[in-house]
C-alpha cells in the first residue's frame, strides 16, 4: 500500500518570516541578474532598502507582503565586522525600525561582488 505524502502548509509568523528574508538573500543562486550580490557596491555602513536590490529575486514578492504586514519596509546594509573573521568576510545586516528587528549573517565577499556575479 503506498502512502501519499502529508503537506501541510505551515503558517510562519511574522518574526519567522523576516528570519527567512536574511537566509534567502544571502544564499539565493537562482537569481541570474544577482542584484543583491552587489550589495558590497553601496558604502560600507549604508543603510539600503532591500526591494531596492532585489527587485528582479524570484522572492521579491515575499519581501514585499512581509513589508505590508510589517507596516514597515526592510533596510539592509553590510559591515567590516567582527575583525576577526578578516578582510574577505563581511557581516551583512537586515533591519525593520518599528519593530527594531535585525537579523545578521557572514559572508565571504569574494561572492558578493560584481565579478563573481559576471
Known amino acids: ?4 505524502p ?3 502548509e505551515i503558517k510562519l509568523s511574522l518574526s519567522e518570516e523576516f528570519s ?16 543583491e550580490r552587489l550589495l558590497l557596491d553601496y558604502p560600507c555602513g549604508e543603510w539600503v532598502l532591500l ?7 524570484p522572492y521579491s514578492q515575499r519581501v514585499e507582503k512581509l513589508e505590508k504586514r510589517l507596516k514597515d519596509v526592510i533596510w539592509v546594509s553590510w559591515m567590516q565586522l567582527p575583525d576577526t573573521y ?11 525600525e518599528t519593530r527594531l528587528w535585525c537579523k545578521v549573517g557572514i559572508i565571504n565577499r ?7 556575479v559576471e
Open 1 to 4: 500500500m503506498t502512502q501519499k
Open 6 to 8: 502529508i503537506t501541510k
Open 20 to 35: 527567512e528574508i536574511l537566509a534567502d538573500f544571502l544564499t539565493e543562486r537562482q537569481n541570474q541578474a544577482g542584484r
Open 51 to 57: 526591494k531596492n536590490i532585489i527587485a528582479d529575486a
Open 86 to 96: 578578516g578582510e574577505d568576510y563581511a557581516t551583512v545586516c537586515v533591519f525593520t
Open 110 to 116: 569574494a561572492l558578493f561582488t560584481r565579478e563573481a
